[in-house]
């Protein structure tokens, strides 16, 4: 039996391992948009296919008896060219997706569809914004940047500018409207809050990524008393069946 693994998060390693353990050959692919990614065991190829054409043409010349969509769940266009393609050449497919965030009863949320609204909802509720929303989201909030620092700003980060921003890699080109805080998680709840006192962070921006390795932000705002934005997840498409968990995903490809 052999699976196409469309790969690139924590669910999809942990899938890969489960697949190789069992005896399934797994071709995990990687977008190859992040430095140093860790690597899944079993096979691997990196880089997009071309589209819906370009995917379909690949499992034509690399037969599978199943695809697995366990890319992140923002990467919408992946998965769209993923449902497109296995149906067009009629190999079975699902989608692994982690359950996202729920809101506790101390918690502020306020939800939004995307990182421009996000951005224009911003000023309403804060000054001084951690954004964690990836790389790809941050020219929406440039222009809150390039009003210029904060009046206040914390000690040893004077002439700095007031938004925080953290991604895995560095965007390009490097941004000027804000600091940007290079690191890759899983974060700790003690260095969350170290982090958004010494910056004085006051409105958090997030992605409903969901999982346990990035979630540590989400309970030092609540502490802190920091409202959150939340930018929904884009909807999957119709139709497909989805799991939530590496061992159902198992269990699905074993009945193939």
């Known amino acids: 039996m052999k699976v196409l693994l469309l790969g690139g998060t924590g669910e999809a390693r942990a899938l890969a391992q489960l697949l190789v353990s069992a005896g399934v050959e797994v071709v995990s692919s990687l977008a190859g948009r992040t430095a140093d990614a860790r690597l899944p065991v079993g096979g691997v190829r990196t880089g997009g296919f071309g589209g819906v054409d370009g995917l379909s043409a690949w499992l034509l010349a690399h037969p599978v008896d199943a695809v697995v969509d366990a890319t992140h769940p923002f990467a919408a266009t992946m998965t769209a060219h993923a449902v497109a393609a296995a149906g067009e050449v009629g190999v079975p497919l699902l989608i692994l997706r982690r359950p996202g965030w729920t809101a506790a009863p101390d918690d502020t949320w306020h939800w939004v569809d995307t990182p421009s609204a996000a951005a224009e909802l911003l000023p309403t509720l804060g000054s001084r914004p951690f954004l964690t929303i990836g790389r790809q989201g941050l ?118």
């Open 139 to 256: 020219p929406a909030f440039a222009p809150l940047g390039l009003q210029g620092p904060s009046a206040v700003a914390p000690l040893g980060l004077v002439n700095l500018p007031s938004i925080l921003a953290r991604c895995v890699d560095a965007p390009e080109p490097l941004p000027t409207w804000c600091t940007l805080l290079l690191a890759r998680g899983p974060f700790d709840l003690t260095a969350e809050l170290d982090l958004m006192r010494l910056h004085q962070i006051d409105v958090l921006v997030t992605k409903d990524s969901g999982g346990p390795a990035t979630s540590a932000k989400l309970t030092a705002a609540r502490e802190l008393h920091i409202p959150v934005i939340v930018i929904r997840r884009p909807p999957l498409p119709a139709g497909v069946e989805v799991v939530t968990s590496a061992d159902e995903a198992l269990a699905w490809t074993l009945k193939r």
